[in-house]
């Protein structure tokens, strides 16, 4: 016996990413399937059919949410915070890495939880950032999908930008120094996933990359 009608359309949908999420961190990409997500959340074989025409939709689907919720964090932290719940924002922590390179003003600090909200989430949604990147590179990719991924390399590059505006980040072409980010904080993510970071705390490792991050940003004298 199925228990379609227990979800609501829209939230039939939510569960089916959820749950598609789950097992592919436990799993991988192989693991997925739509009849496999029908039987783990209990609902005809049918049901998810109405939400993906088939796996491959299913995995644009996981894409598009990841970087849905991977450019939500990035935008509120360039406005200032992760997370308003998060007991750290407003406190000495959160500006310890712009402070030690000596970044001016408040870009600094917001370019130093930019790149802590990626390393939270890219080392808590390791299979989830791996698929992303890999439907996004598909030839067959969408547009939409590409223009989101993308998104999250403007936003760091328009924060480039202000910090340029305001002399706290160096000449240059703010897209490619926001690549510069990027690579800084993926690599030492990968790095912390692979646990080759060995006796050094993944927080501690983060401070430190982003202080020589913005050390390096920083306008020469």
Do not use: C, W
């Amino acid at each position: 016996m199925t228990v379609d009608g227990s979800y609501h359309h829209g939230n039939l949908r939510a569960a089916l990413l959820e749950r598609a999420e789950a097992v592919l961190t436990a799993s991988g990409a192989e693991g997925l399937s739509l009849r496999g997500l029908a039987r783990d959340l209990g609902v005809s074989h049918a049901a998810p059919s109405r939400h993906f025409r088939d796996r491959q939709a299913l995995l644009d689907a996981l894409a598009v949410s990841g970087f849905t919720t991977l450019n939500a964090r990035l935008r509120s932290a360039a406005a200032g915070g992760i997370d308003e719940t998060d007991e750290r924002v407003g406190t000495d922590e959160t500006a310890g890495a712009a402070g030690a390179a000596g970044a001016a003003g408040p870009v600094g600090a917001r370019l130093a939880e930019l790149g802590r909200a990626y390393v939270d989430f890219a080392v808590g949604h390791t299979a989830l950032l791996d698929l992303m990147f890999t439907v996004k590179h598909a030839d067959d990719s969408s547009a939409d999908l590409r223009e989101l991924g993308h998104e999250s390399l403007l936003i760091v590059a328009r924060l480039m930008e202000a910090g340029q505006r305001t002399g706290a980040v160096r000449p240059g072409d703010p897209v490619q120094l926001a690549q510069v980010a990027f690579s800084t904080v993926h690599g030492l993510a990968t790095l912390a996933v692979a646990s080759l970071l060995d006796d050094t705390p993944l927080s501690e490792a983060t401070e430190l990359a982003l202080e020589v991050l913005l050390a390096g940003l920083r306008p020469g004298r």
